[in-house]
């Protein structure tokens, strides 16, 4: 059906971990799709029990929703069915027609333009209604995100240095990265050498071991003004991880509306020690499902180059 075709062409544009795109889809009986997790590109050494494969999976899941709303169709979502093959993460079903939804229109065009931006924001602190409107948009996929104050921050830096060594210091972790980021990315997946900076960046909060530097240029700036978040949730489990996912993909595309970058910090939860730091950092608040920066790019240096996609036939089946 041509509907649900374009959804999954829309859903490609999703962010996911490393650019693995690990998402499968199918198009069953009675005007549904099913969406799977492809684990042939899960990261098994950073993400063995697939937390950010099913996350990714869930930012693709609000990409084929904002299409579906947008051209003016009613559905309805059922994630992580029970009973359901082990790998079927979701199923949406058409239940109707209905108005053009212009809200989702309005994330869809910002999911065009959305980039991972791993460069110093802007000296300029965030608006609070804009920062408002991304917490309200976490909110309603069930996920929350705790914004850090600025005495906070430092316990993040903490995090993500401890993480980052113990993940440099493991040489499967280096191979792994060797394996996803770097180089032109002729196979359509992973992160290119374009979209990694040409040198660390100098942030409050440590980028990840990306391998050897990239090629996309950066300035002196300092991103003191930038904002670090967690967002978390009730429950450490694949459904959990799906709707954050789709929070994440939420929050993002109303924050690139606004013009703000966001960057997804997800080392922090690779390692379990470090994860479990977060959560006490949360004090009781529930389970962390990834750290996030938010901050204004600089509008006069070119936005970091698309990322390559897998086309629809590669992901598509029915
Ligand atoms: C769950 C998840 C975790 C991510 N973690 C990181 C990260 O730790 N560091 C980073 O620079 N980018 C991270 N990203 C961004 C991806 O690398 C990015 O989405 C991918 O390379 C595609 O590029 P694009 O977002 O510019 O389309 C993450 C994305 C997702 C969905």
């Known amino acids: 059906m041509a509907v649900l075709r374009a ?6 544009s999703a962010p996911s971990v490393h ?4 998402w499968r ?10 969406l799977y997790a492809d684990r042939s590109r899960q990261l098994e050494v950073a993400d063995p029990d697939g937390r950010l494969l099913t996350e990714s999976c869930g930012a693709a ?33 058409l239940t109707g027609r209905g108005e053009p939804d212009e809200h989702a229109r309005t994330l869809l065009d910002a ?15 965030v608006d609070q209604a804009a920062l408002d409107t991304v917490v309200a948009a976490v909110v309603a996929e069930d996920t929350h995100l705790y914004l850090l104050r600025d005495d906070q921050v430092v316990d993040l830096t903490a995090a993500m240095s401890s993480a980052d060594r ?30 990694v900076p040409e040198r660390p960046p100098q942030t409050q909060v440590p980028t990840r071991y990306f391998g050897p530097p990239g090629t996309l240029a950066i300035d002196e700036r300092h991103d003191v003004a930038a904002v670090y978040g967690i967002l978390h ?21 109303t924050a690139t509306a606004q013009g703000l970058a966001m960057l997804p910090i997800s080392a922090v939860v690779e390692v379990l020690p470090v994860r479990m730091a977060l959560r006490r950092m949360l004090s009781g608040l529930g389970y962390p499902y ?29």
């Open 166 to 195: 113990t993940e440099v210091g493991e040489e499967a972790h280096r191979a792994e990265i060797a394996r996803w980021v770097g180089g032109e990315r002729r196979d359509a997946t992973g992160i290119p050498a374009s979209a």
């Open 290 to 318: 990834l750290a996030i920066r938010i901050g204004y790019p600089d509008p006069d240096a070119p936005a970091p180059p698309a990322t390559p996609r897998l086309a629809v036939d590669d992901i598509l089946e029915g």
């Open 25 to 34: 889809w199918r198009i069953g009986d009675g005007d549904t799709l099913h």
């Open 233 to 253: 949730g009730d429950n450490d489990t694949p459904r959990a991880w799906l709707r954050a996912g789709e929070a994440l993909s939420a929050g993002w595309l």
């Open 61 to 93: 899941l609000h990409h084929a929703r904002l299409a579906l709303a947008a051209a003016g169709w009613q559905f309805d979502v059922r994630r992580v069915p029970d009973g359901a093959p082990p790998d079927l993460l979701a199923t949406i079903a």
């Open 111 to 125: 999911a065009s333009s959305r980039r991972t931006d791993r460069r110093p924001v802007l000296d300029r602190p």
């Open 7 to 12: 959804a999954v062409d829309a859903a490609r």
């Open 19 to 22: 650019n693995t795109q690990p």
